[in-house]
């Protein structure tokens, strides 16, 4: 049964539905779209793997690399009108590209923002223990100030009350004095 469909068929219409098959491939790998789309994905993935964009050659199932410039001969042979996809393929590849690039901008500002906030809470925290510090110095200033000024009102006090009992013990040496004197004549 084979043979027969084997004979029917020209190795160039072998490569001709290979190619179709993988462009179909390739197609639905750019879009996104697989399995959905396309009836044959998942025998043409195991077969080509992951479509590499690179270079645009592509390993048929026979092992043979086909490139370009050979699937550029094969469509001029054919004689026909061939719609390309690559304009399209590339807009689209820019556009996912566009879109990763935005992605990992917008991830970037958001890290930045993060990073900016962090710094802010830090910086509001180190203010914040300042503050408390100077406030702590103050009050600490102050109270030094105020023992200083008990001290010195108590040096005072005391040597008020040391002038007071020397006026005392002076009073009373002269009345002693003026005693004497008086006894002695």
């Not at 789309?37 to 645009?56: A, C, P, T, V, W």
């Not at 690399?65 to 026909?80: A, G």
């Not at 996809?85 to 958001?110: H, N």
Request: hydrophobic residues 30%; glycine residues 4%.
């Amino acid at each position: 049964m084979l043979m027969k469909v084997i004979n029917k068929v020209t190795p160039d219409q072998v490569r001709w539905k290979i190619n179709a098959l993988t462009k179909k491939y390739k197609d639905c790998i750019d879009n996104g779209q697989g399995a959905m789309s396309f009836k044959y994905f998942n025998e043409m993935h195991q077969i080509l793997g992951r479509y590499n964009d690179n270079g645009g050659n592509y390993r048929l199932a026979s092992g043979v690399i086909q490139n370009q410039e050979d699937l550029d001969r094969d469509k001029s042979k054919r004689n026909i009108p061939y719609k390309t996809s690559t304009p399209f393929r590339k807009l689209r590849a820019e556009r996912r590209a566009k879109v990763e690039l935005d992605k990992q901008w917008i991830d970037y500002i958001r890290r930045q923002e993060e990073q900016k906030q962090i710094r802010d809470e830090r910086y509001e925290r180190s203010l914040r223990l300042k503050e408390e510090e100077l406030q702590l110095r103050k009050k600490e200033l102050e109270i030094k100030q105020s023992l200083a000024l008990k001290k010195l009102q108590l040096k005072e006090k005391k040597q008020e009350e040391m002038l007071k009992i020397e006026r005392e013990k002076c009073v009373l040496l002269r009345k002693l004095i003026a005693d004497q004197e008086l006894i002695r004549q």
